[in-house]
């Protein structure tokens, strides 16, 4: 595999990340009443099996664990979900892309921040962003993303959970890079 196929892997997975953190965020501030009853029907079912978005899991009240799968024209992925409850979340996934290709993604939502790292087993790459500056991104950002959309439901299976902090401890072995200086944007 080239170099240029590994960057153009990178960059999909990146944006498929991107795209569904920043519809969490976006999600959060403005909640209709549907996702209310997805948010109150995940939350109250232990164990069940639901259809739910990453958003309506990240935004609930009470500390869940959720495993979900995806299965997509850009590939498939599996994973799992945590919230605090507060506010903190966490996404690990594993993902394969329609070419065969793998890797690991993680992100940590907390203090206003995002941290989002990719792994391929040979090279890691961390990115950190700002929750507003992902919501800039996102009202000007083209829905023509290739991998599932971030509001698309997935089946999940949740169950309540014993928050464990270091979950959402950033990890120090990662250098993560902010791609706004990488393109010279003003902050």
């Known amino acids: 595999m080239t170099k240029r196929n590994i960057f153009i892997i990178i960059g999909v997975v990146l944006l498929l990340i991107l795209s569904a953190i920043a519809f969490v965020y976006i999600n959060q501030s403005s909640s209709s009443n549907n996702e209310a009853q997805t948010k109150e029907d995940t939350t109250k079912s232990s164990k069940a099996s639901k259809k ?4 309506t899991i990240a935004e609930g009240k009470d500390p869940q664990e959720c495993t979900f799968e ?5 590939g498939e992925g599996n994973g799992k979900m945590y919230n605090n409850g507060e506010g903190n979340a966490r996404m690990e996934m594993n993902l394969t892309t329609s070419k065969g290709n793998t890797g690991t993604s ?5 203090e206003e921040k995002v941290y989002s790292w990719f792994d391929t087993g040979s090279h890691t790459i961390g990115m950190v962003m700002d929750v ?3 919501e800039e991104n996102q009202q000007t950002t083209s829905e023509s993303t ?4 971030p509001n698309e439901s997935f ?3 949740c169950k309540d959970w014993t928050v464990d902090d270091t979950k959402f401890e950033v990890p120090a072995s990662v250098n993560f890079i902010d791609p706004q200086s990488m393109t ?3 902050q």
């Open 52 to 55: 739910a978005s990453f958003s």
């Open 70 to 74: 995806y299965t997509g024209k850009s």
């Open 106 to 110: 993680n992100q940590i939502i907390k």
């Open 132 to 134: 507003k500056k992902i």
């Open 146 to 149: 290739t991998g599932p959309a």
């Open 155 to 157: 089946s999940v299976t």
């Open 184 to 186: 010279g944007a003003t």
